[in-house]
């Protein structure tokens, strides 16, 4: 597994953002696919960063939620995407897609549901709204009832 798949969503997001923010300083190569770095955090706090890219689990950091963990938090996440800029990349990508295709997928059902509507004959479509006036949260029920002024004596 890769650094970010051994990472949580939150930390690969918080990680994104420190390493978009230029929070990585002083970065070097100490091994093959190994680096350290200092990463400043909140406050005034800088922390040191061991990157191992072969082995995520084997990352540092001293900050209080990896130190002595085997946690891959934001500020290795911040370090391997220095090292590996094309991830981040990839990252922003994957993401946009992702909501490209949602997007496309409620466009696409509603459609459907446009379509389906305009096909159903009257009694269909009364059968319809009353089990949705029914079956449906009580404020739709009293919305129908306040909008056709049924309330009025
Ligand atoms: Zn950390």
Redesign the pocket.
């Known amino acids: 597994m890769g650094i970010l798949e051994c990472a949580s969503r939150a930390s690969v997001w918080k990680g994104f953002d420190c390493y978009a923010q230029e929070k990585v300083l002083r970065l070097n190569e100490i091994g093959e696919d190994m680096f350290r770095a200092e ?1 400043s ?1 909140s406050e005034d706090n800088v ?1 040191e ?1 061991e990157l191992n890219i072969r082995h995520p689990r084997k990352s540092k ?7 002595g963990k085997r ?1 891959v ?4 996440v911040a370090t391997y995407f220095v090292v590996c800029p094309e991830e981040g990349d990839r990252l922003i990508a994957e993401t946009m897609e992702a909501q490209r295709g949602e997007v496309q997928r409620q466009e696409e059902l509603y459609r459907k549901v446009y379509r389906k509507i305009q096909s159903m004959s009257q009694t269909e479509l009364q059968e319809s709204l009353l089990a949705l006036l029914e079956y449906g949260p009580e404020w739709q029920y009293e919305r129908f009832i306040r909008e056709h002024g049924l309330e009025e004596t």
């Open positions: 990463v955090g922390y960063v950091c001293n900050c209080p939620r990896a130190n946690v938090c934001k500020h290795i």
